[in-house]
């Protein structure tokens, strides 16, 4: 998704590791406790055995035992404990500082990518980061320190067969060398399908009853098992060579085994080296067996970390906006904003065709401007780009005389009510959705608001009046009630500019009449901005902005513009704004 240089995997896995390293040392601490408390029994037991043939009490010994026992259990748990917690709190790090991330995105970010991946970046990419904390990261100190002291010990013994012991283990890191990248390959590929399935699985559930009318079912299903199984496949592909590696490593020991014994064998008999030495050299290659293994697992968990990684890093590079928290809604007493764009040209991308050629209009404070034009022409993304959601690529968007890329972005936002084209409703009651811009409304702005909406009648019709909860995306309401709501929950924002994106639907009579004397009502306190799609709105509207193809074409009212321009007239003469083309 991005071109720019990444950051190694492993700093990105300190970032996060470091508001805990002070509990993953502890942990790590433990573990070697642990170790440390196992090891010293052998010398207990020696002790216990020694002081039975001869004759001596065992109390203190078994005594000492038994308190050893329980100490190593009880540290061991606590130790892994203290671990596990420590690797979800990393978890935990990566999954808020991702979704921060997500909720910053640029839209134009968010175009190009599908919000299931998305999602299961933030979920099951950052799952993996757990076994990497603990297997990585303290797989490698622990097992690391224990490889560098057995071989310091060996060098102790004999730096020969320490030579060709570090030669041995020389061969086996270039095999790995070789493996461990494939890992990495593979766990990566697994990653993207599990984001494919996301993808997939979100594409049928966003839209499951157009999904069920188009007898799709069967062929979404395939999509999303094919995406499951591609998933399966590179993860048992990282999988054999996690075992690859890890044999590679057990057989090299073997190897280190009998060539150690071979040379030694030789050395022996060369006098340069006691058969003591020899043993005691040998017990040591046994020895350096499990933290090789560790180290071993270390790095191959760490190449399935560093795959989740890199996708993680992918989102923090994707552009976001500065964080910002909202801003104080506008007061009751505060002017209406005045709105003017200036020979704005603007391309969604680099790629595709100017959605603006040059536009240019004036919105003074107060009062309803229309915008009218055929479909594609352009009018939402003049509110687009009122809101910043996107920069136009030339020319100038002012809010209040001041260019919009000057604005504070929060104070921006708070400045504006925006209502969406297909009026969107989240998941959750009817109070949550109509008090989502505006969170500190008294009831009474709320009672109010809902009169002017006419959603009071609804609210005293459903079961648990406010409280009622309108379902995912608001199945549970009527587009027109959806509709309102949406209103409500711009005009409840006081806003100094109401931006009003019109169902393109037409509502019954009832709806439309309440809908027109809302924004009506709103026009005479606040500056409104509608794209418009019914007579109705336009023939109340002071100014029309008519638009076609990137371009304003006319501005007047509903009146001149009939007579004077002949595209508003058709459109006019048709009712239905939208459909003519
Ligand atoms: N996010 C986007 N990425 C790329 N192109 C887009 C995007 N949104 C809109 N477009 C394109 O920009 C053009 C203008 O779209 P816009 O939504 O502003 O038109 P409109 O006048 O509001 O149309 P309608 O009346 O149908 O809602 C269209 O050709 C559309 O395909």
């Known amino acids: 998704m991005s071109n720019s240089r990444p950051e190694p995997a492993w700093r990105v896995l300190l970032g996060y590791v470091r508001p805990h390293r002070r509990s993953l040392a502890a942990g790590a601490l433990l573990s070697l406790a642990t170790g440390a408390t196992g090891l010293a029994l052998p010398l207990v037991a020696q002790d216990l055995i020694a002081s039975l043939s001869e004759d001596r009490a065992i109390s203190g010994a078994l005594l000492l035992m038994s308190a050893l026992v329980v100490t190593n259990a009880a540290v061991g748990a606590l130790g892994s404990y203290v ?24 839209i134009s970010a968010v175009d190009a990518t599908e919000p299931g991946d998305l999602l299961s970046r933030a979920t099951s990419d950052t799952t993996l980061l757990r076994a990497m904390t603990t297997q990585s990261l303290v797989g490698l100190g622990t097992g690391g320190l224990t490889l560098l002291g057995t071989l310091v010990m060996m060098g102790l013994v004999d730096l020969v067969l320490l030579g060709v012991t570090v ?129 071993v697992g270390a790095i191959t968990q760490y190449q399935v970390g560093a795959a989740a990684i890199g996708r993680i890093q992918e989102v923090d590079a994707l552009p976001g906006e500065p964080d910002h928290s909202a801003a104080p809604l506008p007061a009751a007493d505060e002017e209406p904003a005045a709105i003017a764009f200036e020979d704005v040209r603007f391309q969604y991308t680099p790629e595709l065709p100017y959605v603006h050629h040059g536009v240019t209009f004036t919105v003074p404070p107060r009062g309803m401007t229309a915008f009218v034009g055929p479909s594609g022409a352009g009018k939402t993304t003049v509110f687009s780009l009122i809101e910043r ?103 409840l924002r006081r806003p100094r500019l109401l931006l009003l994106d019109e169902a393109t639907s037409q509502l019954d009579a009832v709806n439309e009449a309440a809908l027109r004397d809302a924004v009506t009502a709103a026009a005479r306190e606040t500056t409104v901005l509608v794209v ?48 003519v083309e």
Do not use: C
């Not at 060398?177 to 766990?187: D, E, L, Q, T």
């Not at 409304?441 to 009169?451: F, H, R």
């Open 83 to 106: 671990l596990q917690r420590t690797a979800e709190s990393v978890v935990l790090t990566a999954r808020r500082s991702l979704t921060s991330s997500l909720l910053r995105l640029r």
């Open 167 to 295: 030669g041995v283990i020389a061969l086996a890191s270039a095999v790995l060398g070789v493996i461990v990248p494939m890992i990495n390959r593979a766990s990566r590929r697994a990653q993207e399908s599990v984001g494919q399935m996301g993808a997939a699985l979100e594409r049928v559930l966003g839209a499951l009853r157009t999904v069920k009318a188009s007898g799709a079912e069967r062929r979404e299903r395939d999509a999303v098992h094919a995406a499951a199984e591609e998933s399966w496949r590179q993860s048992v592909r990282a999988a054999k060579w996690q075992a690859l590696a890890g044999n590679v490593a057990g057989l090299s020991m073997q190897i280190a085994f009998i060539t150690v014994l071979a040379v030694g064998g030789a050395r022996v008999a060369t006098d340069a080296i006691d058969v003591g030495a020899l043993v005691a050299f040998l017990l040591y290659v046994f020895y350096l067996m499990a933290p090789i293994q560790e180290v």
């Open 389 to 491: 959601f996107y920069d136009p690529t030339d020319g100038r968007v002012l809010l209040d005389g001041k260019d919009v890329a000057d604005w504070d972005i929060a104070e921006l936002r708070a400045a504006i009510g925006y209502v969406e084209q297909d009026a969107p409703v989240l998941s959750g009651t009817l109070r949550e959705n109509l008090l989502f811009g505006a969170p500190d409304t008294a009831e009474e702005a709320l009672a109010d608001v809902l009169v002017t909406t006419r959603l009071d009648a609804l609210v005293a019709r459903l079961p648990e009046g406010l409280d009622t909860v309108v379902g995912h995306r608001g199945t549970k309401l009527s587009g027109g009630e959806r509709q309102r709501v949406a209103i409500a929950r711009a005009l």
């Open 532 to 579: 418009a799609h019914r007579l109705s709105t336009v023939t109340s509207a002071e100014r029309i902005v008519v638009m076609d193809a990137g371009r304003v074409l006319a501005v007047g009212t509903h009146s001149e513009l009939v007579s004077g321009n002949p595209l508003y007239a058709e459109l006019a003469a048709t009712q239905f704004l939208s459909a």
